[in-house]
């Protein structure tokens, strides 16, 4: 199995051992014994700094080459095979695992590579499966004593602030994905996005007028994509398929989460109750 990426050395690893990535994920060597021998640990370069310092782990056995995900953010994973459709591709959440496919398997880590400062790029990383079994490569272990070059903590990942305009607007913009309601979800019009958020919130941050609408769904766009993919910059496409892929992805990168959804429809259901009638 070899794993491979823009900047980063291709790592070869044969049966029986095990490959552990991320920002910084030398941390998480065992420090002794068979198991220290056989894994090895890379860092991928221009992580941004939200990204888990362990991502992943790929444990190569006899027959199988297996991924477990670490990092707090999702991870979705696509590869070609030999079956009906030709594909799969699916998201992996922390602590799930999944067999590789033989062939090639490719990892985007959403929002995970650092461009310049407060913008990021998707970040990719392709593991390659196959029958042959080549000598591992060599790897550096640490230099006792050596620093720690990444000693902070694992960053928060890029945001909105929560109750804000952008952050409702992103939640009534993806709402048809977190709740799942429908096997091909259509984007909210303006005129919805205003009547939740107001249904929500008792305030709507003059919403009604469509071009705050658009205006918010901008920033959300540059926010979830970031400069290179944001398809407002892009500059192409029907409108209401720009809005599609903004709601979808919104969703994924988890600008905002059903437990977010579950919370405001909460709040709204408690103002709306009644008060109760005085006892005699």
Request: with cysteine; aromatic share 6%; hydrophobic share 35%.
């Amino acid at each position: 199995m070899t794993l491979r990426g823009s900047g980063l050395p291709t790592v070869t690893l044969g049966s029986g051992e095990t490959l552990l990535f991320g920002r910084s994920p030398h941390t998480s060597l065992p420090e002794e014994g068979e198991a220290a021998l056989r894994t090895t640990a890379i860092a991928l370069p221009r992580c941004a700094p939200h990204v888990s310092r362990l991502l992943g782990e790929l444990v190569v056995g006899e027959e199988i080459a297996r991924l477990r995900w670490h990092g707090s953010g999702e991870t979705q994973v696509s590869s070609l095979f030999d079956a009906p459709g030709g594909a799969r591709r699916v998201t992996l959440a922390e602590g799930m695992s999944l067999l590789l496919d033989e062939g090639e398997n490719q990892l985007v880590v959403m929002r995970g590579r650092q461009t310049v400062a407060g913008t990021y790029d998707d970040l990719a990383i392709v593991v390659d499966v196959h029958a042959s079994t080549p000598d591992p490569a060599p790897r550096r272990r640490p230099e006792e004593g050596e620093d720690d070059v990444d000693a902070t903590a694992t960053a928060p990942a890029p945001h909105l602030p929560t109750q804000s305009r952008e952050w409702y607007v992103a939640l009534a913009l993806a709402e048809p994905w977190l709740t799942g309601t429908d096997d091909y979800p259509r984007p909210p019009s303006n005129r919805e996005i205003y009547e939740r958020v107001l249904g929500w919130h008792g305030y709507a941050w003059n919403l009604e007028r469509a071009q705050r609408v658009d205006d918010a769904i901008r920033s959300i766009s540059s926010l979830a994509f970031g400069p290179r993919d944001d398809p407002f910059r892009a500059g192409s496409g029907r409108a209401q398929n720009v809005r599609f892929a903004i709601g979808r992805r919104t969703a994924e990168v988890r600008l905002v989460t059903v437990e977010d959804l579950e919370r405001v429809e909460r709040a709204a259901a408690a103002r709306k109750v009644p008060p109760a009638a005085p006892s005699s």
